[in-house]
């Protein structure tokens, strides 16, 4: 193929042919320009710049904080040897082609850096999964998970202040999805997509995606703070209290889950309640008023046990009808009342909308954040570039 030199075209010059034409744009990466550097050896340089940067990573031992740092580089466009070389061909190498020989050279310019951002993917995700399962999930696992309600069967319950470690907009959900997964994810509001570079990027499970509004819910607003007080789906305990007398108090009021029960020296009829009451705070309290004005709390017990504790609590008469009879004293003063448990309510049903399903009942967090990648087959750009990175590093 003859070229002409680089200048004005004289009246001499030689004129391109169709093969000439076709493959100019080819001769202008090869044709030495300032101080006989041509642009492929510029490329091969940026090449060589990721041939470092992989040895570098390689040589720290776990590759994994080396490949999510590079991956947020290149995300960022700053600090990327894979970004530069991007730039580079897209801003020196293939300025001026026409738009059939850019199409044609592009891809080749640009599959080797496609290829050595494959590599990086799966180190990088493994780094993320190390750090959501220290920072999030074994912290989890040693404490709010051995608690109600986290674990039903569990006689200890998690105090909204615990559940606010892990859960809530300051939790440490919240606060790995901001810091580690932050730069790598477009979060709009609660909802979670993967940034990526050419079509790439770290693989979100499913099941973290459908989950993390309601992890990161806030307090007052259908997450943690209502999460212990909800039924989530429990079968709920139907009961009758009724109040029949004091002795040492002029009144008394018998909580249950926010519902009441109030006697001021009147017969009083039964009163219905349920348990869990998912409109209450959980929990049971027993107070009564002296003639003196002074109140005298007889039983308080917080949290999702609270009906079981003050009926544990109470001295109890089996009577006609399967009705007890409750009595509780303390600081001289004594309160009774009836209990009848009514035939036990189905569960009721969730609506499909309902976030996050069944609340923190039984909640386990999952290991890992990410998707596990089916093994690339041979000839994918992802293998043919783990193909071709050797003890050396990057090819």
């Known amino acids: 193929v003859s070229l002409p030199a680089p200048g004005p075209t004289g009246a001499g010059a030689p004129v391109l042919g169709p093969v000439g034409r076709e493959f100019a744009g080819v001769a202008r990466l090869v044709v030495a320009r300032d101080k006989d550097a041509s642009l492929l050896r510029g490329y091969i340089a940026n090449l060589a ?15 994994g904080p080396g490949a999510r740092q590079l991956m947020q580089q290149t995300l960022d466009g ?27 050279l592009r891809p080749v310019l640009v599959r080797p850096l496609m290829q050595t951002f494959a590599v990086i993917v799966q180190p990088a995700e493994a780094e993320i999964n190390k750090v959501w399962a220290a920072q999030v999930v074994q912290p989890f696992n040693r404490g709010l998970a051995l608690k109600y309600p ?30 580690t997964m932050g730069p790598l994810v477009v979060r709009r509001g609660d909802s979670l997509s993967p940034r990526t570079w050419a079509d790439m990027g770290v693989s979100l499970a499913p099941n973290v995606v459908a989950s993390f509004p309601g992890w990161v819910a806030p307090l007052a607003a259908g997450g943690v703070a209502n999460a212990a007080a909800s039924s989530g789906g429990e079968a709920q305990t139907r009961f009758d209290l009724q109040a029949l007398a004091t002795s040492g108090a002029s ?18 009829p039964w009163v219905h309640m349920v348990w869990p009451n998912p409109q209450g705070v959980p929990g049971a309290k027993i107070t009564a008023l002296t003639p003196e004005g002074r109140t005298v709390v007889l039983l308080d017990e917080p949290g999702h046990f609270g009906l079981k504790k003050m009926i544990d609590a109470a001295q109890r008469k089996r009577k006609d009808g399967g009705v007890f009879e409750l009595t509780w004293q303390n600081a001289g003063v004594t309160v009774t009342a009836n209990l009848k448990v009514l035939p036990a309510a189905p569960a009721p049903v969730q609506a499909q909308a309902a976030a996050p399903g069944q609340g923190f009942k039984r909640l386990r967090l999952p290991e890992t954040v ?6 690339g087959p041979a000839g994918t750009p992802a293998a043919t570039a783990v193909a071709g990175i050797g003890p050396g590093g990057a090819q």
């Open 49 to 63: 710049k990721l041939r470092a940067r992989f040895n570098q990573i390689r040589n720290q031992g776990d590759p």
């Open 78 to 104: 700053n600090g990327s040897e894979l970004a530069d070389a991007l730039r580079y061909v897209d801003e020196q190498m293939l300025v001026g082609m026409p738009d059939a020989q850019r199409q044609a």
């Open 150 to 179: 986290f674990a039903t069967e569990s006689k200890a319950e998690a105090s909204n202040a615990e559940i606010g470690e892990i859960f809530g907009p300051d939790g440490a959900i919240a606060k790995f999805f901001t810091a």
């Open 251 to 268: 009144e008394f009021t018998l909580e249950v889950d926010g519902q009441a029960l109030r006697w001021r020296g009147q017969p009083q």
């Open 370 to 375: 990410t998707a596990p990648r089916p093994a």
